[in-house]
Structure formats: C-alpha cells, structure tokens
Antibody
Framework: QVQLQESGPGLVKPSQTLSLTCTVS??????????WNWIRQAAGKGLEYIGR????????NYNSSLKSRLTISVDTSKNQFSLTLTSVTAADTAVYYC?????????WGPGTLVTVSS | DIVMTQSPDSLAVSLGERATINCKSS????????????LAWYQQKPGQPPKLIIS???TRESGVPDRFTGSGSGTDFTLTITSLQAEDVAVYYC????????FGGGTKVEIK
C-alpha cells in the first residue's frame, strides 16, 4: 500500500519561494507506471491541478497558469518528488497535496497547509 | 485545457433517497481506440484529502459501496448515490485525465 507524505514550511513570505517535498513509501517512484502529482486547494474552494512528473525520462507537465513560476523535480535516491513555486502571493495560500495517478489520483498525502503572509 | 462543469453546486437529499450529480466536459474524454472514458469521481470529507471512488467513468474502486454508480460517455457524465447514507455527506468532484488533469468545481451533498 503506497503512502505519500508532504513536508515543508507552513509559512512563506510574499515574493519568496515555496518549496515542498513528497516522500513516497510502499512503492518505487521510479516504477514508470504512475504519474506523481501536486494539487492544491484554497480554503473553502475546489481542487486546482498544479503539475506532475513521470518516469519516461522524468517528463514534467505544468498547469499553464503556474508554469512560469513552477518546477517539479524528483530525487529517486530518496523516493521523493518536490515542488518549487517562486514569487508567491497570498493567492498561493492553500492546502497542498501530493498524489499518485494511474487511472485517476488513487493515493493522496494528507495535505499540508501553506500560508503566504508577511 | 478541458473545462469540467459540475451541477448542481449543492444538493440536499433525504436519507435513503437518490442523489444525482452531473459533470460535463468541454470536449470528449472518450478515447476511441480503447473505448474508455478518462473520467474519475472523488469524494472529499472535511479535513481529508479527496478519495477516488470511480475511475474510467463507471468502475468503482475497491471497497466503494455499490450505491455509488458512475455513468455517461463522451462529454456527459453522472454520479448517482442510490440510497444516501449519513456517511455520504461530502463534496464530490469529477476529473478528466484524457489530457492534463482538470477538476470540476465540486458538488456539496447534504442531508435534507
């Protein structure tokens, strides 16, 4: 049973960089079968897809609205993947989830709240 | 991007009654070569991540009660809860994975 766990700072100042890591246990991130994803949800709002990385040469796909500020990377030695979002504003305040996708997002981390505030 | 539109935004249903949620995609999510609809449904309860309940438009995930049924094809899809239970109170989302994933806006299901 794969498990995912987000980690990173809960508070980021405006204009700075948000960095989160997702640690995967119970399965290899390098298996090539799945996509590894980031999704966020502002308080009281719906789900917003951020982007993904997958092992076909470690290709990334990003939400076009975030693409200029976003990087998703992988550390196979630690079985982790990461999100970096630059130049954050209050609009980036949300619960950030990492999730595994095959046919749909079948495994999720519990989520981590990131607040952008000075 | 494919836009997913859910309706209604919320609904209140009596215990034991039927709840129906609709989801429409801005373009077809049916892949003709394998005749599969790249459409999933999720259930999200407060303070929890979403839970995948249906994939391929109509395939229930393991452990999901059979009162949850997904149907539809192409651009129009429905999630039906045939006999609403108290534990079904949640927000439900549809999501397409035909192209870069996108979600519907969600439907809040409450008890009348």
């Amino acid at each position: 049973q794969v498990q995912l766990q987000e980690s990173g700072p809960g508070l980021v100042k405006p204009s700075q960089t948000l960095s989160l890591t997702c640690t995967v246990s119970g399965g290899s991130i390098s298996s090539g079968i799945y996509y590894w994803n980031w999704i966020r949800q502002a308080a009281g709002k719906g789900l917003e897809y951020i982007g993904r990385i997958y092992n076909s040469g470690w290709i990334t796909n990003y939400n076009s609205s975030l693409k200029s500020r976003l990087t998703i990377s992988v550390d196979t030695s630690k079985n982790q993947f990461s999100l970096t979002l630059t130049s954050v504003t209050a609009a980036d305040t949300a619960v950030y989830y990492c999730a595994r996708a095959g046919a749909g997002f079948d495994s999720w981390g519990p989520g981590t709240l990131v607040t952008v505030s000075s | 991007d494919i836009v997913m539109t859910q309706s209604p935004d919320s609904l209140a249903v009596s215990l034991g009654e039927r709840a129906t949620i609709n989801c429409k995609s801005s373009q077809s999510v049916l892949y003709i070569p394998n005749n599969k609809n790249y459409l999933a449904w999720y259930q999200q309860k407060p303070g929890q991540p979403p839970k995948l309940i249906i994939s391929w438009a109509s395939t229930r995930e393991s452990g999901v009660p059979d009162r949850f049924t997904g149907s539809g094809s192409g651009t129009d899809f429905t999630l039906t809860i045939t006999s609403l239970q108290a534990e079904d109170v949640a927000v439900y989302y549809c999501q397409q994975y035909f192209t870069a994933p996108t979600f519907g806006g969600g439907t809040k299901v409450e008890i009348k």
